[in-house]
Nanobody
Framework: QVQLVESGGGLAQLGGSLNLSCAAS????????MDWYRQAPGKECELAAG???????KYAESVKGRFTISRDNTKNMVYLQMNSLKPEDTAVYYC????????????WGQGTQVTVSS
């Protein structure tokens, strides 16, 4: 079965860095786009960054120039390097994949908390 397990969250200072990891299993990782979403307290879940199977990337305007998404298809891993962190980056970060076979299913990890203090 599909499993996504995030790690790397924690507490960071304003201007600091964190590197999130997502270990994927149960599907052909290299064939699918992978996304990092985040949900801040009291706010809707939003796409932070995405990377296609071919390596093309997409970022929310609020994180452009500060976050970098990458993937390692040999290890079935996707990463989110977060630099110049701001308090408004505080959120639970989720790894997500959408798999379309007989039906379309979104799979989510359990999330990892990122807290940025000022």
């Amino acid at each position: 079965q599909v499993q996504l397990v995030e790690s790397g969250g924690g507490l960071a200072q304003l201007g600091g860095s964190l590197n999130l990891s997502c270990a994927a299993s149960g599907f052909t990782f290299s064939s699918y786009r992978m996304d990092w979403y985040r949900q801040a307290p009291g706010k809707e879940c939003e796409l932070a960054a995405g990377i296609t199977s071919g390596g093309s990337t997409k970022y929310a305007e609020s994180v452009k120039g500060r976050f970098t998404i990458s993937r390692d298809n040999t290890k079935n891993m996707v990463y989110l390097q977060m630099n110049s962190l701001k308090p408004e980056d505080t959120a639970v970060y989720y790894c997500k994949v959408t798999i379309r076979l007989f039906r379309t299913v979104d799979y989510w990890g359990q999330g990892t908390q990122v807290t940025v203090s000022s």
